[in-house]
């Protein structure tokens, strides 16, 4: 079946600029991640969502960033006013409520670069 | 202290090598452990989960010690193949937020 999409794959803006990135989870997934993963380094999460519940925001590194979940599907991760040191990999995982519910799949990623 | 520690290497084994990583967790909550596998520039996959009794799949052996907050990861007869950074993952407070390591590289060389 189909897996995590994200989009778009590749983003260059300029600083200052607003962004925004979407990913569509595997369908009946109902948590949704996203991560964020610098050169050379590790993951960094961001904020999760499950299900109806709010999301658990408090990754988030500052009020520039936000993320909204509509429907229970599809997720969109806003940025406003980028900034150099916001360049990096932003990955959208999702994971099911049953079975295994903390093995994540991840999508592609979408690279932001910020000029 | 990180949440979850692993050591960066890299490992530069030869073809056919026995290799080990561990990583060490802080939380005593954590209720759920993984190992993901990432190549370069691609996203991580999932390579297996660790349960309590330690469990095997093909040359790759999870092991968890709960009284030392310590996860391990065993690669038997390593293929060039196996060559990635390997992350540990650990699930924060029992929930479902996970926490991940900076991932230990692995090199296989023939």
Redesign the interface.
């Known amino acids: 079946g189909a897996g995590v999409s994200q989009s778009p794959s590749n983003k260059v803006t300029e600083k200052g600029k607003d962004v925004e990135l979407r990913c569509d989870p595997i369908s009946g997934h109902t948590?949704l991640?996203w991560?964020r993963q610098s050169l050379g380094?590790?993951?960094e999460?961001l904020i999760?969502f499950?299900g109806n519940s709010a999301p658990?925001k408090?990754g988030l590194p500052s009020d520039r960033f936000s993320a909204e979940r509509t429907g229970g599907s599809v997720s969109t991760l806003t940025i406003q006013r980028t900034q150099q040191e916001d360049s990096a990999v932003y990955?959208c995982a999702s994971?099911p409520t049953s079975g295994?519910?903390?093995?994540?799949?991840?999508?592609?990623?979408t690279r932001l670069t910020v000029t | 202290r990180k949440e979850v520690e692993q050591d960066p290497g890299p490992f530069n084994v030869p073809e056919g090598a026995t290799v080990a990583f561990n990583c060490t967790y802080s939380n005593s909550a954590s209720q759920s452990f993984f190992w993901y596998r990432q190549d370069c520039r691609k996203e991580p996959k999932l390579l297996m989960s660790v349960y309590s009794s330690g469990n095997e799949d093909g040359r790759f052996t999870a092991q968890l010690n709960r009284a030392s907050q310590y996860i391990s990861l065993l690669i038997r007869d390593s293929k060039l193949s196996d060559s990635a950074t390997y992350l540990c993952v650990v699930n924060k407070d029992g929930g479902f937020k996970t926490i991940f390591g900076a991932g230990t590289r692995l090199f296989v060389k023939a």
């Open positions: 948590a991640y991560y380094q590790g993951l999460f999760y499950q658990d408090s990955l994971s295994s519910p903390y093995e994540q799949y991840f999508g592609p990623g």
